[in-house]
């Protein structure tokens, strides 16, 4: 079975660039997530949707990232305009539900750099 | 906020030593997972410990999870190469959803 998918795999773009990542859930997953990682802050959750529509956004870093979920088989995660500040790798998960006692399913990560 | 602690942040060892990592918070978890990440992948699970008090084994890695649920430990008995990684707890409190992650311990394990 296929795991998480997420696109790009790496991104080098300019300051002030718009960055668009992509996630294709776990097929009957109805949870997922978006988080961030860096060496200095670790994993970082910045939103959460259940059954497509946004729960938690409170880790979004400001009005420039926005994550949408149109379906349940593909979210984005936008970021307009992109800084040097944003470079990190992003995490796409899913989940079966929307407890957090079950296993999170990671897909391989979009690492982004921002010049 | 609920902050978990990682120690040590790097390990370096041979091949065949046994290790323990940390995971310590001074907030109460209702359950706590282990995820192994390599290198240009995303973590993968390895446990989840509920119970105060529990532990769980997994082949040469043992988990425990403390009395209080406020800590936990990773033990490797006889590493080997194919354990390095960055070993990553999780810890879930009052939300039903939401995962605080820690900093991680890079362990390299060398033949």
């Known amino acids: 079975d296929a795991g998480v998918i997420q696109s790009p795999r790496h991104e080098v773009t300019e300051m002030g660039q718009e960055v668009t990542l992509r996630c294709k859930p776990i097929?009957?997953?109805?949870?997922l997530f978006w988080y961030r990682q860096t060496m200095m802050r670790g994993l970082e959750l910045l939103i959460y949707f259940n059954n497509n529509v946004p729960i938690d956004d409170s880790g979004m870093p400001e009005d420039r990232f926005s994550a949408k979920m149109p379906n349940a088989s593909f979210s984005t995660l936008k970021i307009q305009p992109s800084e040097p500040r944003d470079s990190a790798v992003y995490f796409c998960?899913?989940?079966?539900?929307?407890?957090?006692?079950?296993?999170?399913?990671f897909g391989e990560g979009s690492r982004l750099t921002v010049l | 906020t609920q902050l978990l602690e990682q120690s040590p942040q790097f390990l370096s060892i041979q091949e065949g030593e046994n290790l323990t990592v940390y995971c310590n918070s001074s907030?109460?978890?209702?359950?706590l997972q282990w995820y192994r990440q390599e290198p240009g992948e995303g973590p993968v699970l390895l446990v989840t410990v509920v119970t105060g008090g529990e532990v769980k084994k997994l082949k040469r890695l043992t988990f425990q999870f403390g009395d209080a649920r406020k800590d936990s430990s990773l033990h490797i008995t006889a590493a080997q190469p194919g354990d390095t990684g960055l070993y990553l707890c999780a810890g879930s409190g009052g939300s039903n959803y939401k995962l605080t992650f820690g900093k991680g311990t890079l362990l390299t394990v060398n033949p």
């Open positions: 998960a899913s989940t079966p539900g929307g407890t957090n006692t079950g296993e999170l399913f």
């Open positions: 097929s009957g997953h109805n949870s």
């Open positions: 907030s109460v978890f209702s359950s």
